[in-house]
């Protein structure tokens, strides 16, 4: 069965998720029964009630994953040595990492080497 939503009302609309959502509580409370009949069965056939047989696992509770526990900061963070320095100012000067500042990306243009600037 295939219905074109799109050819339906507003008011089609809702009283098909009404049936829609009718046709689904039957489902689940059929299934519900029959999970019920299913375990009666078990438990008859174990030769204790269903209450018994649920007992066991009703108070346990389900294994959860511990959550991480955060590591304390030891202190205040310092900060990245240098590891280049510009010889015509000393001012400038880079640690490695992120981004490579723009008067080293000039010199290296020009052709000179990292190795140069290393401290």
Known sequence: M???LDELSVDELEKLIKQAESALD???KAELKNAQAVLEKMAKDLGVSPEALLK???GKK?????KATKKKASGVRRPAKVKYRDPNDSSNTWTGRGKR???LQGALEKGAKLEDFAV
């Not at 389900?62 to 511990?66: D, E, I, M």
């Open 26 to 28: 039957k489902k689940r």
């Open 101 to 103: 500042p723009l008067w």
């Open 56 to 58: 066991d696992t009703a």
């Open 2 to 4: 295939s219905i074109n």
């Open 62 to 66: 389900k294994a959860t994953r511990k």
